[in-house]
């Protein structure tokens, strides 16, 4: 039956020509206005084209389509209704823009002569999101065919700009009554289009000054690549994913601050965001350091040169160092670092401990697995329990540079929020992940590790969607009593210690178990170390929380 509402019949026709470009997630948060879009989305999830995701809260909505797209390295539709729904996209729209995540915004508005009379949920919704979205397409409210059929264009318009920038693009959709009328079976339309722009040239790298390749968030695995091929250094951030290969120097941070590795570097190039250290920023502004910037696939550049950088789209390695002292004497410093001194060895070892050594050891281990959780702990059981088919989420918290400063390289996926490092949205993008996951077949778990703070910020997201397939979804809290990471503020050893605690530290009194069955999640509480290895090490099906108070 064909739609008689222009509005529907353009909805369903953009919604068609982006599943044909290879749109496979959409998010929707109901409304009025967009329901011609949310009733598109529903019928194309019926003939199986697409998955459709429905968030009561669009500030959760907008972080899902965040974790679906950076899971699955696609652009990811969001759809909202007119007025305040469309700004409440705003900071999951800022972190895609910082971080380069692609995002199609399709925010459902009311005809442009109603802009200005005062009418209800109307405003200027065009270029609402400022710098966050590359591109914004305002397109008038449909009158008949002809606008209907344009429909397909600007979708084709939109899909290209944010593939090729990697970009939140939006889409602002005007309809007039009626909205929606029955909907016409519109399946898939048309193909991908090929991407008409070349790769650009790789910077030639030549061998010679003492160089560490440092890989920031989002770097991936092409910065382990190039630092093997240059057989360099590699500087990696826990959410590089480049954490990993011979070349890694987990603890960089240390080295970076002594004369003999950081205060020897003469050239350093960069993959990704570095945001998790002050070291990398120090080293890139010396003057005296030679910086190449590797281009991000969207996003801003990150340049603490100031413009003195030389900025590549790509680079390659024309042969590696002949001196192999460099890279050696890095690797090897970062692993006596980072080694555990509390492990003796194995039975059968040559310097295997007697009886009373090794009843001792045995005491000691079980008196480790009883104690109360550091953030080192939780940290440490926590990087130890991911593997390469599991997904690990980090919120921005004082526990992921806990992580970065500890973690031995290991060959995981990890993502964070690191394009403007807030604690917005942790969860929801979490969300995202795990069901990008469970669509890809893979049979991981995703992990989230979030701090008290972060997880109460976004509680919301704890809320399930009928509808959705289940997933292998678990929240670690890491409950520290409020914002400790505020610790390390130059005013915490000054302020009052009662306003500080209430405006910087703000501890809440939580009931976790009481939260987590409210939503319907699985709860362990967790008091010691064996407790924290069994429940990551066998995770409950489904959601579940662990909260685990840190001494």
Known sequence: MTDPSPAGAAAARLLARLTGLGLR???VSPGSRSQALALAAAALERRGALRMHVRIDERVGGFTALGLAAESGAPVAVVVTSGTAVVELHPAVLEAHHAGVPLLLLTADRPAELRGTGSNQTTVQPGAFGVGAVEVLDVPAPEGEADVAAAEGVAERAWSIAVAMRQPVQVNLAYREPLSGAQEAVGPLGGPIADPAPPAAPLPVEPGPRTVVIAGDRAGEQAEAFARALDAPLLAEVSSGARFGPQVVGAYRA?????????????????????????????????DVETVLVGPPGGEWFDPTRGRAVRAAAVVATAAENDRSWRGTWVSASRRLLEATDDLPYAGHPEAPGARELREHQRAELAALRAPITRRVLVDALWRATWPHDRLVLAASRLIRELDAVAPGKRIRVLANRGLAGIDGTVSTATGVALALA?????????????????????????????????????????DGGGSIFDSLEVAGSAHPADFERVLRTPRQVDYAALAAAYGWEHRRIENRGDLDRALTAPAPGRSLLHVPLA
């Open 25 to 27: 997630h959409v998010v």
């Open 439 to 479: 669509e890809s077949g893979r049979p991981g778990t995703t992990r989230v590790l979030v701090g008290d703070l972060a997880l109460l910020h976004d509680a919301g997201a704890l809320l399930r969607a009928p509808g959705e397939p289940e997933v292998r979804l678990q929240v670690v809290v890491g409950d």
């Open 255 to 287: 080295l970076l601050d002594e004369p003999e590795f950081g205060g020897r570097v003469e050239r350093a190039v960069v993959f990704g965001h570095p945001t998790l250290s002050r070291q990398v920023p120090a080293l890139l502004a010396r003057p």
